[in-house]
T-cell receptor, first 111, second 112 residues
């Protein structure tokens, strides 16, 4: 039972345009959400997070939006850069010690 | 970057042999986690620790055991390696429960 779903395995975006990565969850107890970026042969790195008391959190070119009623979050990257090409994982937690990760979306930013 | 190292970084072993992977941190974080990453599955939690000698199971704990005798070290042992345990293993640390986790560089394990 996949509690956190990233339905798009891959996304290709032109440099300078917006990248939108999506994530859906099923557990209404989740109250904290995170995005991680992963380059090949490296560990995931924390990118940005959002608490369920907010619907938006911004950090530079990265913005995460949370729609609790739809159980949906998205990561916007504006403008996209070639260095953003990586696999992006969303993760969620709720009143436990654990994070539940999605399966990842591979973003490719081309010139 | 958080001070997390994993050893070995690469290992090839035979089916049926025991294997131990080590995670070492210099951040004095309370929580430590072991994940495996497989295509189509993302990151799945194997075991985690919430303090010295305090551990609990994750979603894919069968065939794995862990130990944490010091704050800085978290060991993952495959009792008797199987081909299904071929994977990339990541260790992560966190200051607080389910807070941001910081990952090590990973260990690529191949079981032949």
């Amino acid at each position: 039972d996949q509690q956190v779903k990233q339905n798009s395995p891959s996304l290709s975006v032109q440099e300078g345009r917006i990248s939108i990565l999506n994530c859906d969850y099923t557990n209404s107890m989740f109250d904290y959400f995170l995005w991680y970026k992963k380059y090949p042969a490296e560990g995931p790195t924390f990118l940005i997070s959002i608490s369920s008391i907010k619907d938006k959190n911004e950090d530079g070119r990265f913005t995460v939006f949370l729609n609790k009623s739809a159980k949906h979050l998205s990561l916007h990257i504006v403008p996209s850069q070639p260095g953003d090409s990586a696999v992006y994982f969303c993760a969620a937690s709720g009143h436990t010690d654990k994070l539940i990760f999605g399966t990842g979306t591979r973003l490719q930013v081309f010139p | 970057d958080a001070g997390i190292t994993q050893s070995p970084r690469h290992k090839v072993t035979e089916t049926g042999t025991p294997v131990t992977l080590r995670c070492h941190q210099t951040e004095n974080h309370r929580y430590m986690y072991w994940y495996r990453q497989d295509p189509g599955h993302g990151l799945r939690l194997i075991h985690y620790s919430y303090g010295v000698k305090d551990t609990d199971k994750g979603e894919v704990s069968d065939g794995y055991s862990v130990s944490r005798s010091k704050t800085e070290d978290f060991l993952l042992t495959l009792e008797s390696a199987t081909s299904s345990q071929t994977s990339v293993y990541f260790c992560a640390i966190s200051e607080a429960s389910a807070y941001e986790q910081y990952f090590g560089p990973g260990t690529r394990l191949t079981v032949t």
